[in-house]
């Protein structure tokens, strides 16, 4: 697979948070997306149950003392998985270990009052992250006696399925709920919110279910079919994004970061990918357009992302090959770039002094007249 060439140039040669020259795995830098319902046999499958994007540095730090406090012994178990909970983090590990302490002893299970059988799904859905299926079995017998004819319960078993890797009952399983009263476009005003929330997730376990069978095809045209009726999900506008990205397929991912930056305009992270992709696909109107949006990049990091400040650069130089003299914005894509380049210098001095003269040379390969 062909690599966009500013992944290779930022990814390999100008990270100042490396000392070591060598590309990175991951092409694109993402947010976890890990959902608190994705799960194969033997991975997490990353995707789309209603994940927060990301945890800010006050929850995050919020999160990480109660871990010390409940990994010292301090207490504040319930309160901690709670947390986790509202933050839609994976900690499969931590909550299966917690969560049973909590289960096993019925004098704290019995003052949790009605949360008891949320606290039963949290961890069934943990142990199945941590293969362990018996203790998932086991919880989800508990709800199936307690709650006999609920279809949220039944999405377990069918993810529980999904976990031993019998895909062809999973699927059925999803089929089957999708069924019952199915949702369009016409009824979905009035069904209750519960029910929406609960086939969206049903739906997009099936998209889950086609990615860990390899088959991507099919995983493109469930999420089509999903994002008919849930056009507003910019998560499903982002995984399928990613796909096509996969497939090189960078029109159309372009048109999903287009849907994806309309529902989360704040965003960098979406900005700086929907660029990357226009550079890739590269022409005239392509690459103004990418650097307008690594601009508002920069804008939305107080100037602070590396990859960005370089895709300007890079953006100016092929800019300026192309239009040979016939820009009208020649002197202020000259401007620009002389910014980016200055605070990528002063970025790498301060960070990593001995990849300055890297940076240097890449730069000046750069040709901008």
């Not at 949790?112 to 943990?126: D, H, K, M, N, R």
């Not at 920069?298 to 800019?319: P, Q, V, W």
Request: glycine share 4%.
């Amino acid at each position: 697979m062909d690599i966009p060439l500013i992944h290779i140039l930022v990814n390999v040669i100008l990270d100042p948070k490396t000392g070591k020259k060598e590309k990175k795995k991951n092409l694109t830098k993402r947010h976890s997306r890990l959902d608190a319902h994705s799960l194969t046999n033997t991975t997490q499958i990353p995707f789309i149950d209603g994940e927060r994007e990301m945890v800010t540095k006050t929850e995050d730090t919020q999160l990480n003392r109660l871990e010390n406090q409940v990994d010292n012994g301090g207490g504040g178990a319930w309160e901690y998985l709670c947390l986790i909970k509202k933050l839609k983090v994976r900690r499969p590990e931590k909550v299966l270990k917690y969560g049973l302490s909590i289960l096993n002893d019925s004098k704290k299970r019995s003052s949790l009052g009605p949360e008891e059988w949320t606290l039963y799904e949290q961890v069934s859905i943990a142990a199945m992250d941590c293969q362990c299926l018996n203790v998932a079995k086991d919880c989800i017998k508990v709800l199936q006696k307690k709650f006999p004819e609920s279809k949220r319960v039944a999405r377990l078993e069918a993810i529980l399925l999904e976990a031993k890797g019998s895909w062809t009952e999973a699927e059925k399983a999803y089929a089957s709920l999708l069924e019952e009263n199915p949702i369009d476009q016409n009824n979905i005003v009035v069904m209750p919110n519960m029910l929406i929330f609960i086939k969206q997730l049903i739906h997009k376990r099936r998209v889950a279910i086609a990615k860990a069978q390899g088959d991507t095809s099919g995983a493109i045209d469930l999420l089509n079919k999903y994002l008919e009726i849930f056009m507003a999900d910019h998560d499903a506008w982002r995984e399928l994004a990613d796909i096509y990205v996969s497939l090189q397929m960078y029109k159309q991912a372009a048109f999903c970061y287009e849907e994806v930056i309309l529902a989360q305009p704040t965003v960098p992270l979406y900005h700086l990918a929907y660029a990357d992709v226009l550079y890739t696909l590269g022409g005239l109107e392509n690459l103004q357009t990418a650097k307008k949006y690594y601009a508002s990049t920069i804008d939305l990091t107080g100037g602070k992302n590396t990859r960005a400040l370089f895709g300007i650069c890079l953006c100016t130089s092929a800019i300026a090959q192309l239009s040979k003299g016939r820009n009208k914005d020649e002197k202020e894509s000259s401007e620009l770039h002389s910014l980016a380049v200055t605070a990528l210098e002063k970025d790498y001095k301060n960070t990593a002094p001995g990849k300055l003269p890297l940076l240097t040379a890449a730069l000046k390969s750069l040709k901008i007249s």
